[in-house]
C-alpha cells in the first residue's frame, strides 16, 4: 500500500473506488430518461392516431428529448474535461468490452437525438420545450424523408434498449456473480 493511501482516511480509500457525484447523477439521469422515452414512446404507439393522451405522450416524448440531449451534451463536456476519473478496476478483455460497449451506446444515443431533431423538422411539427419555448427549424418540412427518419429512430431506440438492458445485466453480474465493485462504483455515495 502506497504511503499517501496509508494515511488516507478509510472513507477517501472508499470514495476513490467510486465516480464522483456529478458522473453519477448523469448516469441515472440518462439512465432515467432513455427508459421514459423508450416508454412513452411505445405506449403512445398503441394508441390511436389524434387521440389527446397520444399527442400528450408525443409532446413529452420531445420535451424529455430536449432534457436529455441537455444532459448528455453536460455529460460528455464533464467527461472529456476531466470528471469521471477513477482507476480502472477491469483488464483485459473484459475493460475492451465495457469500453466497446460504453462508446457504442454513447455514439447510437448521439445519432439517436440527431434522428429525434431531423425527425421533428422533417415532419414540420411544432417542437417544442413544454410549452416553454419552440426549437426552429433548420430543415423544410419533407415527409417522405420524415418516414426514413421516424423509422431509423425507431430501430434506433430498440438497440439502445436492448444494449442498455445488456449494460445493467453485466453490472448486476459483477455484482452477485463476480462480487467486485463495478456496481458499487456507480451507486450513489452511503
Given at each position: 500500500?502506497?504511503?499517501?493511501?496509508a494515511a488516507?482516511?478509510?472513507?477517501a480509500?472508499?470514495?476513490?473506488s467510486r465516480?464522483?457525484?456529478l458522473t453519477?447523477?448523469?448516469?441515472?439521469?440518462?439512465?432515467?430518461?432513455?427508459?421514459?422515452?423508450?416508454?412513452?414512446a411505445?405506449?403512445?404507439?398503441?394508441?390511436?392516431?389524434?387521440?389527446?393522451?397520444?399527442?400528450?405522450l408525443?409532446a413529452?416524448?420531445?420535451?424529455?428529448?430536449?432534457?436529455?440531449?441537455?444532459?448528455?451534451?453536460?455529460?460528455?463536456?464533464?467527461?472529456s474535461?476531466?470528471?469521471?476519473?477513477?482507476?480502472?478496476a477491469?483488464?483485459?478483455?473484459?475493460?475492451?468490452?465495457?469500453?466497446?460497449m460504453h462508446?457504442?451506446?454513447?455514439?447510437l444515443?448521439i445519432?439517436?437525438?440527431?434522428?429525434?431533431?431531423?425527425?421533428?423538422?422533417?415532419?414540420g411539427?411544432?417542437?417544442?420545450?413544454?410549452?416553454?419555448?419552440?426549437?426552429p427549424?433548420?430543415?423544410?418540412?419533407?415527409?417522405p424523408?420524415s418516414?426514413?427518419?421516424?423509422?431509423?429512430h425507431n430501430?434506433a431506440?430498440w438497440?439502445?434498449?436492448?444494449?442498455?438492458?445488456?449494460?445493467?445485466?453485466?453490472a448486476?453480474?459483477?455484482?452477485?456473480?463476480?462480487?467486485?465493485?463495478v456496481l458499487?462504483?456507480m451507486?450513489?455515495?452511503?
Amino acid at each position: 500500500m502506497a504511503l499517501d493511501q496509508a494515511a488516507a482516511p478509510p472513507r477517501a480509500l472508499a470514495d476513490a473506488s467510486r465516480y464522483d457525484r456529478l458522473t453519477i447523477s448523469l448516469h441515472w439521469l440518462t439512465a432515467l430518461l432513455v427508459v421514459a422515452l423508450f416508454a412513452a414512446a411505445y405506449v403512445w404507439n398503441a394508441l390511436p392516431h389524434g387521440t389527446p393522451m397520444r399527442k400528450s405522450l408525443q409532446a413529452i416524448h420531445i420535451s424529455l428529448g430536449l432534457l436529455f440531449t441537455v444532459a448528455f451534451i453536460v455529460r460528455l463536456v464533464w467527461r472529456s474535461s476531466g470528471g469521471r476519473r477513477l482507476a480502472p478496476a477491469e483488464a483485459g478483455i473484459t475493460s475492451v468490452l465495457s469500453k466497446g460497449m460504453h462508446w457504442l451506446l454513447y455514439g447510437l444515443l448521439i445519432a439517436q437525438m440527431v434522428l429525434g431533431f431531423l425527425l421533428r423538422w422533417a415532419q414540420g411539427e411544432p417542437f417544442s420545450f413544454f410549452g416553454l419555448f419552440s426549437v426552429p427549424s433548420l430543415l423544410a418540412p419533407d415527409k417522405p424523408l420524415s418516414k426514413t427518419y421516424e423509422w431509423l429512430h425507431n430501430d434506433a431506440a430498440w438497440i439502445i434498449i436492448v444494449l442498455a438492458a445488456g449494460h445493467a445485466l453485466a453490472a448486476l453480474a459483477h455484482h452477485y456473480f463476480l462480487r467486485d465493485s463495478v456496481l458499487k462504483r456507480m451507486l450513489p455515495h452511503g
